[in-house]
Every structure is written in structure tokens, then in C-alpha cells.
């Protein structure tokens, strides 16, 4: 085994308990190709492996077999320095590189490195001393406010201290503007004094000489040690590493230029006489115009990463809360999950909570993209960030810090704009070799116009044309820029991309498989009817019901229960309330004797429910369950209850349905009720009955030829979720749902389910439109450079604006509107 490929991996092993089950692991990772030798430390938990090549996605997979885990962690750093596609492919290879690294995703628009590896394996100085080892700097984490205590003493992880602190982008844009006026400053009069000659002969004649070329020359200098420096520190470097990058073009392309023009001033001799031009302006213009691109690009993706800002603003920086008998105004990064908060009329909620006392209706329009506030009322939860309406409220904490739902938010919004979308691999592919073939098309045409007899000015010219055109910057940016806007504008609209690549795969499905409780339907049993025998009245009749409902806690008692309430009907107080399982309940109430329940239980007491058995049967076929009441031994009334289809879920199928997408719906209840639904909402196909281990293998007979999604809520949606090309969460639903899921709508709306896809459309459409620019830009205007037809200047300022193109192609995206809808629709 050679040195130069010799691995030494450690891997944590989980859920091993005995020596036998690390001799299996030993075992298990001993029989891979290149591994000449594996230990299992049973008391540390750990694996150690030696090999040649050792590739830790197989070790994990072994160690699964195996019938164990080897779990991973992931860094995420910032990295300065990298401005092209070119860049960001050297810092992913070097860090993939690392001995435990799985996988290594460097995003060019938010300048930050992700790195999924095996615990503690690299660590944090190996990883950094990759970064710098490929020629560029990790970032400096910003230093967090103190954090705050929890009831043990801990200090509590809370992401939103962020806020506070100005986005790295901020920075990086106040160098630049800098820089490029001050460029400006020095190139203008040379470019006035060089365009100004071409018009006036006077003025030509009279800046001719070496006097005025010395001023040039100390010029163009300044500009070029200046603010140009940026450019020659990092290009230099990478082209003498032999590994060239954007920077290495401006460098060496301004280099050629001044270098040629301070040959000519302060060495004429070494020149032919009709070859003494200087290109000065050249040299400084082209830093000034490059700089200018590069702050307009700056400015232009300060824009694009805005989402993440404003939803960590959406948190207030103070919290009122009662302490001790005493209200208070305090820090909200102090709050602590129990604090009892006082809010006003207007006032923004600062972390998640409960209402305990008061009522109001509130915006959560910045969270959920839902626009019309929604009544909260004591017991219902609220989320912080959200604005209050006309109502005073006395809240109690329920989170803090990184566990509220708008950490949560922001933490998914964050992880989706690192990831790299699979249509991104041709542009990195192409640019892991652009930079060098660029520099020896520029070597070439060089030579090519000598040979041509062009002489060594004009071919000078083309070759620095040639290196200014290229711009691989365009090609680096044209994904990450456009995922980052699409996925923080899904976030405004209630849409969380969980994963980038949802995107992508979002977009290319042709059938929606819905699960039905929860997700087409309120998820919760409402009484739908209450018909009165003759001689009774709803009136009086509801509250009477609703009280022997009372002492039960089955969801039909709460829907009857809730019913009452909702009429402002008073409920009085059962006596000897006694339940008769799986037949129904009997209560005293206000000296009457009230029963409630199944068909059964009134045939059992004698009751003839036959005047509404033709009522009974259309409620049955409505997907509605029918009870019977009876007063003092007398039919009463019949009530049916169902779960009721959510109101926005027709426009929400219909605008699917308009997109061309077949619809499904898979559920767990009796084909019945679920054919009833079906019915209702127009839907095609369906599987009822399904059990949650059976909801996987429904999707695989639905799927077809074509790609999935599946929308659902609950635990038992959690595997179909996962085994979907796409999974859609409802976001009011549970969180293993949301875990397994791509894609998240915090509504829990399925409207959202249009917008989604809508958003994920147009997301790939624009960076369709980008790649297309970005390639079309290279492929057309290279060889026009290579003709001798285009000055360095107007390259310079192409290549600018090529970057500032893709960057404000993408903007497009925050004007997303959701697809129209109906505001009403009868179900089919």
C-alpha cells in the first residue's frame, strides 16, 4: 500500500452491545475492496479502518447490513475569495478530498461551504486548511450574543441572535463600492482623454508624448495596485498553483495590457515604432468595469438572500413578561419557555406561545403566506413573529430560540439555498475546465495574429479581449442565485423547500397523490346536520344533546359540543351521565331523560328510527355518519357528523387539474366514505382502506411511468412521504411528517400544493434562462474576441454585465404570484 493513498478512517458505530456485534461489524467492513484492515472498539463505539481509496459512503452502508448505523454530521462555513464556478469546484474537490468526507457542496451565490462527513472526522482546522490549502479563506464566524440560560442553566441555541449582526454580503459590498469608485475616479480621465482624442484632433496631438504616458502609467498603476489588487492576489496565485480561476483573467488580461503599455513609455526601443501604442485605459478601465460588475452583482444577491433577513427581523427585540409579580420589559433573546407575556393591540408576538387569556385575530401572513388574519382565542397556539390585531393577550411561552417555529423556518430555508440542484452538473462539468481552455484560446489567438502578420499590438489586444470575454461567473451563479430567491420567496408564500433539489424534482411530476383526513378534509369530525323530528326544535334540542355529550371524550361529543357553542346555545349540567359502549350515552338533563347514539341503540330501546331511514341512507352517501337522539324515550332528532372538506381544497384541485396533473387520493378509511370524498372532489383515482404500511406500495401502483408527489399530514403519512419523488408535508400536521417530507406548506392549506409546483416551475424555467445566457454569452462572444473585433473595454464591461444579467434574471423570481384560483367551487 503506498503512502500516497493509504486511509486511516474512524466512524462512530451506533446500537452495538456485546462483542458479537462488533466482530459482525468487523467482519462486515473487513470484506470491502481496498480495506486491509478494520478494528471496533466496542467501549467507544468506534470503527477504525485502514485502506487504500476508502470511500465512507460504502463503509456506512456496510455498517448498515450489518444491522448498525454509523451516523454523520455536517460543517457549514463561509468562504471568502471565490467568484466563478471554477472556484467553488476547487473548494468542493479539496474538501471532498478529506479523509470521513461524504459529501462537500460549495455555493457560489451564498459564498458558503456544506460538508456532510463522519463525526469528528475531519475537524473544524482540517477542514479550514483545505479551504485555504485550494487558495481561498474560511470565514470568521461571527461571535453571538450571549446566549440565553434555559431553567438548568443552559444556554439555550438561538439562531436568531444572528440578526443583529450585518449579513457577510454587506461587507463584501461596501469593499467593492468602494473599490470600483475609487477605480472609476483614477480610469476616468484616461478613458475621457483616450475617447476624447478619437473626436478632437487638438486634444489628441496634445496628450501625444512620453509626459502624458508617464501620467498614464502612474494611472493605471494606482488602479491596479489599488483596487485592482484583489484580482492579482488571489488570480496570481491560483495560475502559478496551476489551478486558474476567474480572477487569474482579469489578472492576467490587465497584466498584458499594462505590462505592453509600460514597455512601450519606459523601454520604446524594445518596440517596433508602428507598434508603440499603449493601452493604459485599457488596463484601468477594464479593473474598473470588472469591480463595477462584481458590486452590482453584490447588491444584486444582498437582494436575492433578503428572505433570510426578514424572517429573522419578523422577531421583536423586546418581550413584555410578568416576572415575579411584576410586568417587565426584557431582551426577547431572554426569554424562557413558561414566561407568562403581556401583548398589546399592534404588537408583534415575540416567541412562540399559548393564549391564556383575551382574543384577537392575527397576520400570519409572514409565516404561513396565509393573507386574511385568523381569530386565536385561550388554548390555540401562536406563532412568534406574527402581528396582533385589535385584541390585548396574555400568552405563555411554549418556545424559545432555535426550537420556535420561525428558527425552524429559517434553518429550512437556509439548508434548501446551500443545496445544488442535479440540473447544476453540466455547468460545473464545463467550468472545471473553462478558465484553463480560455488561457490557451487566449495563448493561441495571440499567436494566430502574429503569424497573421497582425503585428504584436493587435494581437495583444485580441488575447486580453479573448481572457476579459470569458466569464465564468455567469455559469457558476445562474443555479445557486435562482434557488436562492425561488426557495426564499416559497417561504413568504407559506412554501418551505426543505431540500434545493425538491425544486427540481417538484417540477416533473405528473400525478398528486393525496392522503384525505387532514389534508383534503378538516382533519376533525363537525356536526353537519341536525334534522328535528316532528314537535321538537333545533333550539332546544342542541343544547340538550350537547349536555349529556358533555362527560364524553369521543370526537363526535366535541363536534356536537362545539356546534353549540358556535350557536352561542348555553349547555346546562347532565346528571348520571352513563355510557353504553359501542351503542351510545344516557344523561339526565333538566329533569328529562336524553339518549344519544347508534341505530342500534335506538332499536334496543324500542325507538322506531324508521321515519328517517330515507334521510339516513342520503347522509350515509354523503360521507356522513348518522346518530339518533331521543327525549324521554321519544325519537328526537337525527344528527350526522363528518369531517368536512376544507373549503380552499376545490379551487386548490381544480388549479391542479389546470396544470395538467392527474390526481389521486389515498386513505385508510372505509371505501365508502372515501368514494364519497373522491366523488365530491372529482378525483379519479383512488385507494381506500390502506393501511400506513400499505400507503408505500399504493404509491408505486399510482406512480406509473411518470414522477409522484404525495400530500399528507400525519405519522402514518411519514413512510408514503419518504417514498414519493416528492413529499408534501401539511404543515399543521405532525412533525415526523414534516421531517420526511421535500417540501412543506406551513398553511397547512392545499392551495399551497398549486403554488408549489407553480414556484418550482418557474424557479427551473428561470434557471433554464440562465444557463442559456450564460453559455450563449461564452459560446457567441469568444470567438468574436478571437476576430479582433472587440475592444478590452467593451469586454469588460460584457463580462460585468453578464454576471449582473443572471443575478437580476433571478430577482424576477420575488414577483412570483401564487396561480389564481376561484374563490368558490361547487366539488364535482
Not at 102 to 123: F, K, Q, S, Y
Not at 535 to 548: K, N, R, V, W
Not at 690 to 698: F, H, I, Q, T
Request: aromatic share 4%; with cysteine; charged share 20%.
Amino acid at each position: 500500500m503506498s503512502a500516497a493513498t493509504a486511509t486511516r478512517l474512524s466512524l462512530p458505530v451506533e446500537g452495538m452491545h456485546c462483542a458479537g456485534c462488533a466482530g459482525k461489524v468487523e467482519r462486515a467492513l473487513a470484506a470491502l475492496p481496498n480495506v486491509t484492515a478494520a478494528a471496533v472498539n466496542l467501549a467507544t463505539r468506534r470503527a477504525t479502518v485502514e485502506g487504500e481509496a476508502l470511500n465512507p459512503t460504502a463503509l456506512r452502508d456496510a455498517i448498515a447490513r450489518a444491522g448498525f448505523a454509523s451516523p454523520t454530521e455536517t460543517t457549514e462555513l463561509a468562504v471568502e475569495g471565490m467568484n466563478c464556478a471554477a472556484c467553488t469546484g476547487r473548494v468542493e474537490r479539496a474538501l471532498a478530498a478529506l479523509p470521513g468526507v461524504e459529501e462537500a457542496v460549495v455555493n457560489l451565490a451564498t459564498r458558503r461551504a456544506t460538508i456532510r462527513h463522519a463525526p469528528g472526522t475531519p475537524d473544524r482546522q482540517a477542514i479550514e486548511e483545505a479551504i485555504r490549502a485550494a487558495g481561498y479563506q474560511p470565514a470568521p464566524e461571527a461571535a453571538p450574543e450571549p446566549a440565553p440560560r434555559d431553567h438548568a442553566g443552559a444556554a439555550a441555541s438561538d439562531p436568531a441572535h444572528a440578526r443583529h449582526a450585518a449579513p457577510p454580503e454587506a461587507g463584501e459590498e461596501a469593499g467593492l463600492r468602494r473599490d470600483t469608485l475609487l477605480a472609476l475616479a483614477l480610469a476616468a480621465p484616461l478613458f475621457l482623454i483616450e475617447m476624447g482624442g478619437h473626436l478632437l484632433p487638438a486634444l489628441h496631438h496634445a496628450t501625444a508624448g512620453t509626459t502624458w504616458n508617464l501620467v498614464q502609467l502612474a494611472l493605471a498603476t494606482a488602479v491596479i495596485l489599488g483596487p485592482g489588487r484583489r484580482f492579482h492576489a488571489i488570480g496570481w496565485p491560483a495560475l502559478f498553483r496551476g489551478a486558474p480561476e476567474m480572477n487569474s483573467l482579469v489578472a492576467l488580461g490587465t497584466a498584458a495590457a499594462w505590462a505592453y503599455s509600460a514597455a512601450v513609455t519606459l523601454a520604446p526601443g524594445l518596440v517596433p515604432e508602428e507598434q508603440r501604442h499603449v493601452y493604459f485605459e485599457a488596463a484601468a478601465v477594464i479593473t474598473a468595469l470588472v469591480l463595477l460588475g462584481r458590486w452590482l452583482e453584490a447588491r444584486s444577491r444582498g437582494r436575492a438572500s433578503a428572505a433570510i433577513r426578514r424572517l429573522l427581523d419578523l422577531q421583536p427585540a423586546t418581550a413584555r413578561v410578568e416576572r415575579d409579580g411584576v410586568e417587565q420589559e426584557i431582551p426577547a433573546t431572554r426569554l424562557r419557555a413558561g414566561d407568562i407575556l403581556r401583548l398589546r393591540p399592534g404588537e408583534r408576538i415575540p416567541t412562540d406561545a399559548e393564549i391564556i387569556e383575551g382574543e384577537s385575530h392575527l397576520d400570519e401572513s409572514m409565516v404561513t403566506g396565509e393573507s386574511l388574519p385568523v381569530h386565536r382565542g385561550p388554548g390555540e397556539r401562536v406563532i412568534g413573529g406574527t402581528v396582533n390585531g385589535p385584541g390585548a393577550l396574555r400568552l405563555r411561552a411554549t418556545a424559545v430560540g432555535s426550537a420556535t417555529v420561525l428558527a425552524r423556518i429559517t434553518r429550512l430555508v437556509e439548508e434548501a439555498q446551500g443545496g445544488k440542484l442535479p440540473i447544476q452538473a453540466l455547468a460545473d462539468k464545463v467550468t472545471r475546465y473553462f478558465v484553463p481552455a480560455v488561457m490557451a484560446v487566449a495563448a493561441l489567438t495571440f499567436a494566430g495574429w502574429l503569424l497573421a502578420g497582425g503585428g504584436i499590438a493587435h494581437a495583444l489586444v485580441a488575447a486580453v479581449a479573448v481572457l476579459i470575454i470569458a466569464c465564468p461567473c455567469a455559469m457558476g451563479l445562474a443555479t445557486p442565485v435562482a434557488v436562492m430567491v425561488g426557495t426564499g420567496r416559497g417561504a413568504e408564500l407559506g412554501v418551505l423547500f426543505r431540500r434545493g433539489a425538491a425544486l427540481q424534482a417538484l417540477q416533473d411530476v405528473s400525478t398528486i397523490a393525496m392522503d384525505k383526513t387532514g389534508t383534503l378534509t378538516e382533519g376533525r369530525p363537525a356536526l353537519t346536520d341536525l334534522i328535528p323530528a316532528p314537535g321538537f326544535d333545533e333550539a332546544s334540542l342542541l343544547p340538550l344533546i350537547a349536555a349529556a355529550e358533555s362527560a364524553s371524550e369521543h370526537p363526535v361529543a366535541e363536534a356536537i359540543r362545539a356546534a353549540a357553542r358556535d350557536r352561542d346555545l348555553p349547555i346546562p349540567r347532565a346528571m348520571a351521565t352513563q355510557a353504553i359502549p359501542g351503542m351510545g350515552l344516557r344523561a339526565g338533563v333538566e329533569g328529562r331523560r336524553v339518549e344519544v347514539g347508534a341505530d342500534r341503540f335506538m332499536e334496543s330501546l324500542g325507538i322506531d328510527i324508521a321515519p328517517f331511514a330515507e334521510r339516513a341512507a342520503r347522509l350515509g352517501d354523503a360521507d356522513r355518519s348518522p346518530i339518533y337522539a331521543a327525549i324521554d324515550g321519544r325519537l328526537a332528532a337525527i344528527l350526522a357528523v363528518a369531517d368536512p372538506i376544507r373549503p380552499s381544497t376545490a379551487p386548490a384541485l381544480q388549479a391542479l387539474r389546470g396544470m395538467g396533473l392527474d390526481l389521486a387520493m389515498v386513505s385508510g378509511d372505509n371505501r365508502r366514505t372515501a368514494t364519497a370524498i373522491a366523488r365530491q372532489l372529482g378525483i379519479g383515482k383512488l385507494e381506500a382502506e390502506v393501511l400506513p404500511e400499505g400507503k408505500v406500495e399504493a404509491i408505486r401502483q399510482l406512480r406509473g411511468a411518470g414522477k409522484l408527489a404525495f400530500v399528507g399530514d400525519g405519522i402514518n403519512d411519514a413512510p408514503a412521504l419518504a417514498a414519493a419523488d416528492t413529499g408534501i408535508a401539511i404543515g399543521t400536521g405532525t412533525d415526523v411528517a414534516i421531517e420526511s417530507a421535500d417540501v412543506v406548506l406551513m398553511s397547512g392549506d392545499p392551495r399551497g400544493i398549486p403554488t408549489a409546483i407553480a414556484l418550482s416551475r418557474a424557479t427551473l424555467r428561470n434557471i433554464r434562462q440562465n444557463l442559456f445566457w450564460a453559455f450563449a454569452y461564452n459560446v457567441v462572444l469568444i470567438p468574436v474576441a478571437i476576430a479582433g473585433l472587440l475592444s478590452p473595454v467593451l469586454a469588460a464591461a460584457a463580462m460585468g454585465l453578464s454576471s449582473v444579467f443572471v443575478v437580476g434574471n433571478a430577482l424576477r423570481l420575488r414577483r412570483f404570484r401564487a396561480p389564481e384560483m376561484a374563490a368558490t367551487e361547487k366539488p364535482a
